[in-house]
């Protein structure tokens, strides 16, 4: 039985720009069912205050990617960081190239929870994030959203994430639904056997063992799957 909904936010849960009143409905049943929801998402800390506008009652974030895992109050539970060794090696690498639109710097950025670093294109980014992977990928991991190459620590990143959550909250790894969109879901869409939303890219619906048209369009049948 799914007890825990893990969904990317952009591009899988909040489409358009907004969030939907029918899956925000479908989200409230949810939680109110005693099942548990957080988003699990590239971004950072400030967005937990940048979901509170979205009017979505949540239980948890995975944040920079699955790197920290937060209660909806902020508080930490779990946490992956970069030594700063290997946050100073990234940013000493990405300023030799040249066509990299925005990385990171030390100091900008003083909890390495993420190394960030944009490009003009998605397949640009892939061709970095490949790079990376091949020079620092025993110490690190880089993942593909959108035009944006984002790095975490060995061994951290969604899956793990979601993995985390399971745990922190007693449950099964059997027991999550998860849901996403684009490059950087596909490993956990994989590993926790999930969801692709049908406007996902096509690299993610054929990694996906199931396609939706929403998150609470799922949540919903997975409700009345369970009282059948």
């Known amino acids: 039985m799914k007890m825990l909904i893990a969904t990317d936010f952009d591009g899988t849960f909040c489409r358009g720009g907004g969030v939907s009143d029918a899956d925000r409905a479908a989200i409230a049943r949810w939680r109110a069912e005693g099942r548990y929801f957080g988003f699990v998402t590239g971004r950072g800390t400030d967005f937990i205050e940048t979901i509170r506008t979205f009017g979505v009652e949540v239980d948890y974030h995975l ?10 109050d902020g508080t930490v539970v779990k946490e992956y960081r970069i030594p700063r060794a290997d946050f100073l090696a990234l940013e000493e690498r990405f300023r030799e190239i040249p066509d990299a639109r925005y ?51 060995k061994g951290s990143g969604k899956a793990q994430g979601v993995s985390d959550a399971l ?48 998150v609470g369009e799922a949540a919903l049948k997975l409700l009345a799957e369970a009282s059948d």
């Open 167 to 214: 745990g922190y909250y007693g449950l099964p790894a059997d027991a999550a639904a998860v849901f996403g969109d684009d490059f950087n879901d596909i490993e956990m869409i994989r590993v926790h056997h999930g969801w692709a939303v049908d406007t996902a890219r096509p690299q993610v619906l054929s990694s996906a063992a199931h396609v939706c048209g929403s």
């Open 103 to 153: 990385f990171s710097e030390t100091g900008k950025d003083a909890y390495y929870h993420q190394y960030y670093a944009t490009f003009d294109t998605p397949e640009r980014a892939c061709e970095v994030a490949d790079a990376v992977n091949a020079e620092f990928g025993g110490r690190v991991t880089a993942f593909v959203n959108g035009p944006h190459v984002n790095i975490g620590k």
């Open 63 to 72: 944040l920079y990617n699955g790197a920290l895992l937060a209660l909806a």
